[in-house]
């Protein structure tokens, strides 16, 4: 008789297949959104999970279901796993690092030239009707070229866009992380390590590319935003609740900052109400990764790692690795 695994939400059907070559399969095709209580109902007797981001795995689900040995995320962040817990009760994580990093970028990127050029803002009026004569300050948003980008967090999605700014763009590049960069890969990259305070008071862009976890919470918050150029543009594509969207929405609508691109927010799907009135924010739905090709790719290293740790012992990417088989 094969394990039993729990897909928590659509997924390609290829994926499906090889996890049934493997398992038992429970999937959720219809994509609902289960709560707390449905999703333990669902882990009755499974000793794995398929997961995303809006699943999340605590002390309480944890207790009651005691045949769970593994949670295997289609995302890199995995905020929604409380990995302690999760250790403790011998239940191992995994996410899907490298497979979305370059894909990423290039969505930081597209966000960032959207935000500075204002293409939301210029597209709305123009679908309006409201285009009837040029004007030579018309839409005149912020230059990317030669300017300054500032990188909050400088992993591997960080690096990548380092790489895309100073090499394609001629961008000064400057970034703030908790270990600074070895000097190869700052030359790489063309970046230089900066304080947090240097951060926000030199880049005319700023971009998030941060993990979330509690001491990074509103790490960009009112205080922040004041430090700020009144011309300079924020770009998150990290977490929700890395920025405080209410002091964001505030700073926003009175000029301290220029303007915002937001891919996350705090509490999504649900967007703060006042940033959905401001024009000089674009938002889009979490769509960093979003291509087929990097999709499927995150979806089979998250199969890959079910499958592996449930018949070897091992995982591809493991979060809390003490937990494997040597």
């Known amino acids: 008789m094969k394990p039993a695994v729990l897909v928590a939400r659509a997924v390609f059907p290829a994926v499906l297949d090889k996890l049934a070559l493997h398992f038992d399969i429970v999937s959720n095709q219809d994509d609902v959104l289960w709560s707390p209580a449905q999703l333990i109902t669902k882990l009755q007797d499974k000793v794995g999970v398929f997961c995303t981001g809006s699943e999340r795995i605590d002390a309480t ?18 905020n929604n796993f409380d990995l302690p817990a999760m250790s403790a009760q011998g239940v191992l994580g995994t996410n899907t690092p490298d497979v979305l990093t370059e894909t990423t970028a290039d969505f930081g990127f597209a966000l960032l ?15 309006s009707g409201q285009w009837n004569r040029w004007r030579y300050d018309m839409f005149a948003g912020s230059e990317v070229h030669g300017s300054t980008l500032g990188i909050l967090g400088m992993g591997r999605i960080g690096q990548a866009i380092a790489k895309r700014a100073a090499h394609g763009f001629g961008m000064c590049v400057i970034y703030h992380n908790r270990s600074r960069l070895d000097m190869a890969t ?16 030199r880049c005319d862009h700023l971009m998030l ?47 301290v900052i220029a303007a915002a691109g937001l891919d996350v927010f705090e509490g999504e799907p649900a967007v703060h109400p006042e940033l959905l009135s401001l024009s000089n924010v674009v938002l889009t739905p979490h769509i960093a990764s979003a291509t087929i090709k990097t999709r499927l790719a995150m979806a089979h290293l998250a199969a890959d790692n079910l499958i592996a740790y449930l018949t070897e012992g091992t995982a591809l990417t493991p979060l809390n690795e003490k937990l494997l088989k040597f």
Request: proline letters at 3%; a positive charge; aromatic letters at 4%.
């Open 186 to 201: 700052e030359s790489v990259c063309k970046a230089t390590w900066v304080s947090k305070a240097e951060l926000l008071k």
């Open 61 to 78: 689900l944890l207790a009651a279901c005691p045949d769970l040995k593994i949670c295997s995320n289609m995302a890199v962040g995995f």
């Open 209 to 255: 590319v941060l993990p979330y976890s509690a001491q990074a919470h509103h790490a960009v918050g009112a205080l922040e935003l004041t430090q700020m150029k009144p011309t300079a543009t924020l770009v998150n594509i990290a977490r929700g609740g890395i920025v405080d969207d209410a002091a964001l929405a505030q700073a926003l609508r009175h000029g």
């Open 113 to 127: 030239l959207a935000t500075a050029r204002r293409l939301s803002e210029s597209e709305h009026f123009l679908r």
